[in-house]
């Protein structure tokens, strides 16, 4: 989807750095992946991209990102829900409805 609107897609790894930045944001306990995301996010290494998406996945990565999206990020953002019950006949309308809103930032 991303490349039909002249978007390239790019994948935040980990850059095994310290993340002494990231403990007013996240808690000690969280992941270290995730730390290390929002670290990258704070310190501004991927300013470059217009935009950053998250699909829906554990606390601690929705955590950094909101984190790196109120804090930091200077594009736009948007967080991409996923319906907990994929087999229920809203489903489909459900993911359409939420990839349009998405299609709308670019």
């Excluded at 310290?18 to 992946?33: D, G, H, K, R, S």
């Excluded at 999206?69 to 939420?98: C, N, T």
Aim: aromatic share 16%; with cysteine.
């Amino acid at each position: 989807m991303y490349y039909a609107f002249n978007n390239l897609p790019v994948r935040i790894l980990g850059s095994h750095e310290i993340q002494n930045v990231t403990e007013p944001y996240l808690f000690a306990m969280f992941c270290l992946f995730y730390r290390d995301v929002l670290a990258q996010g704070l310190k501004g290494k991927y300013d470059y991209p217009d935009g950053i998406t998250i699909g829906q996945s554990c606390l601690h990565l929705r955590q950094a990102y909101t984190s790196w999206d109120i804090h930091k990020y200077p594009g736009w953002s948007h967080y991409l829900p996923m319906p907990h019950h994929v087999q229920s006949p809203r489903a489909v309308s459900f993911v359409v409805g939420e990839t349009e809103i998405l299609i709308k930032k670019f």
